[in-house]
């Protein structure tokens, strides 16, 4: 009996960028009696079906737009014996289609940290429950990843995870709702133990896999103050606390390694934040500027962004203090016109960001924009085949239209040109030989060079490109590109590197035990053990 857990995609490009970070912390989650599990990638290579045996576990992750390959995994894997179980935030907002659609035995909602060891032990025991709500759990008990089954060779970026949630609430994303408003944050000695592991065997490019590394903001402390919210204020004021503790030991590791986070664009006004983001070397990040208008930010509820010259400048700031920005923009806003796509490059140009995205305006279940779409179709759907556009993840990926949501003045296939001619714009030869100026040599300069390109590339590929020819030249490009640009980011592994001594009365830290044996029907309590 074997567990598999696999990460479903359409597109297998041999190398990522980004490791999965769910599938080396559920391979932390899997109880030890049925030893390691098998890892599979697929924006590596696909799974191979014959490697599931009758009686083995397939946990199968599903986000929006993977869920249709997803569910293909399960079928497979059910029609050859195994037990399938699905999680992630697609699972959790749509259990039901996971058992329609996926031959699903058991669903898991939430997070997974938790709940799977017991959803593991079910399906050894022959009784998996239908649901297992795995909820939001606190900081303190997420699992550091199990990196050391992490495949050497593959990924250019490993992902580790410094806090969940957010206290914004933007129209088009779901975090919010689906991770909470509360930022769950974990304790920094815990994420420093897992880089250094991570550098110890050469990865020194880290993305930091948050929803918003800049919860606090100076103007929730402000008006904290203000409102005389002694309780607040101090809830504030620890989180805060807690994120330069983190970034204070960050820029202790060794002077090699890249961060790089996601934020939101309030931190350009906090320089003691951006300073600290540089002294812990986090040299990026990607900053939602979505629109450069007032009445765009308005339609996605993101009025605390800038628009006009102050955004500008706002971006500008980040560089300044060092922090290059990586902007992601949206299209398809209803207030978006023809003038929008020239104003929205000549602004990301402008402002100096040193990447950009230029994403098409796509309902996410469990947004407010899903919603309100949702109720709109409600009274008279519009079908595709026999599938409501509503649920679009479920047409197959070589007729699923590439936006779904009518623009009130330009057609999908308008705004999808548009926004492509942007990406060529913002990605020709020329724009990143002077972007890459930011770059210390020219080594460094052509590697810049080429990474642009394969960001470029893999997005033609998988993103708004309809033409299947250019999809398959850029999906051979991008396969030989992202094999080469791996290589730019392999460290020289620090075997010796230690983590710092921490202090002994800092909380415990809590790790999951070793399973007492096959039909234990609740998943043991978690022990409090202490580390070094
Ligand atoms: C980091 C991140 C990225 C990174 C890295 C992606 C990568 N390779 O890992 C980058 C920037 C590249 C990225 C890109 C995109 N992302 Co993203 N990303 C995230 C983010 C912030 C964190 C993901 C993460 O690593 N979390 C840490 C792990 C441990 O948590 P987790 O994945 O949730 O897994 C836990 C549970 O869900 C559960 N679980 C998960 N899988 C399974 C499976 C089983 C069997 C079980 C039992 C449990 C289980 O257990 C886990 C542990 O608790 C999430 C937001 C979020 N809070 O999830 C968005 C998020 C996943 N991204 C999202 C989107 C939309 C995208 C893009 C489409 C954006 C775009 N327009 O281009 C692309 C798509 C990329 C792709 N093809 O996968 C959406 C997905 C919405 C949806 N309904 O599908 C999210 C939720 C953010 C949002 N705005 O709503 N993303
Ligand atoms: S888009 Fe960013 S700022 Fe807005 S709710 Fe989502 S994570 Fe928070």
């Not at 896999?209 to 809830?235: G, M």
């Not at 951006?274 to 002294?279: G, P, Y």
């Amino acid at each position: 009996m074997g567990v598999h857990l696999v990460n479903p995609s359409d597109n297998s490009f041999g190398t990522a960028v980004i490791t999965p970070r769910w599938l080396f912390v559920l391979a932390a989650a899997t109880p030890q009696i049925v030893g390691d599990p098998v890892l599979v990638d697929e924006s590596l290579e696909q799974i191979v079906p014959e490697s599931i045996l009758p009686g083995d576990i397939v946990g199968i992750s599903v986000h929006t737009g993977n869920a249709l390959r997803g569910y293909e995994v399960g079928r497979m894997a059910r029609s050859r014996g195994a037990w399938v179980v699905y999680g992630g935030i697609h699972a959790t907002l749509f259990p039901e289609e996971a058992f329609e659609r996926g031959d699903a035995h058991a669903v898991v909602k939430g997070d997974g940290d938790i709940a799977w060891g017991k959803a593991v032990i079910d399906c050894l025991a022959g009784k998996p429950e239908k649901i297992y709500e795995g909820g939001r759990i606190d900081g303190s008990q997420f699992l550091p990843a199990r990196w050391d089954l992490l495949p050497r060779d593959k990924y250019m970026w490993a992902s580790v995870q410094t806090i969940r949630g957010c206290p914004k609430h933007c129209s088009f994303c779901s975090v919010w709702r689906t991770d909470g408003q509360h930022p769950r944050q974990r304790q920094h000695r815990r994420v420093v133990d897992e880089i250094v592991d991570l550098r110890r065997i050469g990865f020194r490019f880290i993305a930091l896999a948050d929803d918003n590394f800049y919860p606090v903001t100076l103007t929730d402390l402000r008006l904290a103050r203000e409102q005389n919210n002694v309780a607040k204020l101090e809830e504030l004021t620890a989180i805060r606390k807690e994120r330069f503790q983190l970034m204070e030991e960050l820029a202790k590791l060794p002077k090699d390694m890249v961060f790089f986070t996601q934020i939101t664009m309030e931190a350009g006004e906090d320089g003691e934040f951006l300073d600290a983001m540089r002294k812990a070397n986090i040299k990026g990040a990607l900053v939602g500027v979505e629109a450069v208008t007032p009445e765009g930010l308005k339609a996605v509820f993101k009025d605390f962004n800038y628009s006009g010259e102050a955004l500008a400048n706002q971006l500008q700031t980040f560089r300044k203090h060092g922090v290059h920005v990586l902007g992601s923009f949206i299209f398809g806003l209803p207030t978006d016109r023809p003038a929008t796509f020239d104003a929205t490059v000549a602004m990301a140009l402008k402002a100096g960001v040193t990447f950009a995205q230029f994403v098409m305006m796509t309902p996410f279940p469990g947004t407010v924009d899903f919603m309100r779409w949702e109720k709109e179709q409600a009274a008279n759907p519009t079908l595709m085949g026999d599938v409501p556009i509503t649920r679009y993840w479920l047409i197959p990926t070589s007729v699923r239209p590439k936006m779904f949501t009518p623009h009130p003045t330009m057609s999908s296939d308008e705004i999808r040109e548009r926004t492509q001619k942007v990406w060529d714009r913002f990605y020709n030869w020329r724009s990143i030989w002077q972007r890459s100026a930011c770059t210390p040599t020219l080594r460094a300069r052509i590697a810049f060079m080429f990474l642009s390109k394969l960001y470029r590339q893999m997005y033609a590929g998988t993103g708004i490109s309809t033409d299947s020819a250019r999809r398959k030249k850029s999906k051979t490009w991008a396969r030989w590109t992202a094999k080469q640009c791996r290589k730019l980011f392999q460290a020289k592994p620090m075997p010796e590197l230690q983590s710092p001594t921490w202090d002994a009365f800092t909380a415990p830290i809590l790790q999951q035990p070793a399973f007492a044996g096959s039909n234990t029907q609740e998943a043991a309590p978690f022990v409090v053990i202490p580390k070094r």
